[in-house]
């Protein structure tokens, strides 16, 4: 199985290259917004769109994804909520696993559930360890997932799930704070567990500004997600 995402993003850590996800939820770009959102992704020179949400219905992820494909070759990546949004029009998975939360469901049962889904599909599966530090809202990963984020302020802890993470296998970490947190993931966090693995870091949650954005790269982000800021058309960048 081809592995270009996962190599992508270790070379542009090789060559200092920060890289930057631009998150869609199908339940929030119609189909024929997608042209235009397309047109405001590659003005932003992001690297990938990851495509995901909390609510999408089945087979909505597929048709948004099939249209997405036709109107770029970014690369695109199943941020999925849950097994039933995996598509293989998409280049890659997250294959998630919620190791701050302690919920079967969130760590195996829903893993189990989308190997029909992707034992025959093309999809590159890249093992990543999903890291929920409290964004100081109740996020929709909190609500579905029934589980608590780590403190702000447990750096011990989140820094020992993500070295857990990479020790269970992981190829990535995603260290985030919940889609539209009002509390960004900590910097020391960010840069405490960026020094203790020795795997790539996705950031995400609640990033809007460039500062912001500036901030999560300096202590150690190497892949940022935008969301909520892109859909509201916000200019994080400047
Ligand atoms: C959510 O990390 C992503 O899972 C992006 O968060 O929507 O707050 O940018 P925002």
Excluded: W
Excluded at 14 to 38: F, G, M, Q, R, S
Excluded at 86 to 111: C, K, M, W
Excluded at 130 to 144: A, E, F, P, R
């Amino acid at each position: 199985m081809d592995k270009l995402i996962l190599e992508h993003i270790h070379s542009s850590i090789k060559n200092k290259k920060k890289l930057l996800a631009i998150l869609l939820d199908p339940d929030k770009c119609t189909l024929d917004e997608i042209p235009a959102t397309v047109e405001r992704i590659i003005k932003l020179s992001a690297d990938f769109i990851f495509v995901g949400g909390s609510f999408v219905e089945n087979g909505v992820t597929a048709i948004f994804v099939e249209t997405l494909k036709k109107n770029t070759n970014l690369p695109i990546v199943l941020f999925p909520g849950d097994y039933s949004q995996v598509t293989n029009h998409a280049d890659a998975i997250l294959f998630l696993s919620l190791l701050s939360g302690r919920n079967p469901e969130y760590l195996i049962e829903q893993q189990i559930k989308a190997v029909p889904f992707l034992k025959n599909s093309t999809l590159e599966i890249i093992p990543t360890g999903y890291i929920l530090i409290d964004g100081g809202t109740n996020s929709s990963v909190l609500k579905i997932s029934n589980t608590l984020p780590i403190s702000q302020n447990n750096f011990e802890l989140a820094v020992n799930t993500a070295i857990a993470g990479e020790y269970k296998g992981k190829k990535l970490i995603y260290l985030e704070a919940g889609s539209g947190a009002k509390n960004l993931v900590n910097i020391d966090i960010i840069k405490k567990v960026k020094e203790n693995i020795s795997i790539p870091l996705i950031v995400g949650g609640g990033i809007k500004n460039k500062i912001q954005l500036e901030n999560a790269y300096q202590n150690g982000a190497d892949i940022v997600v935008v969301g909520t800021a892109f859909e509201n058309k916000i200019d994080f960048k400047n």
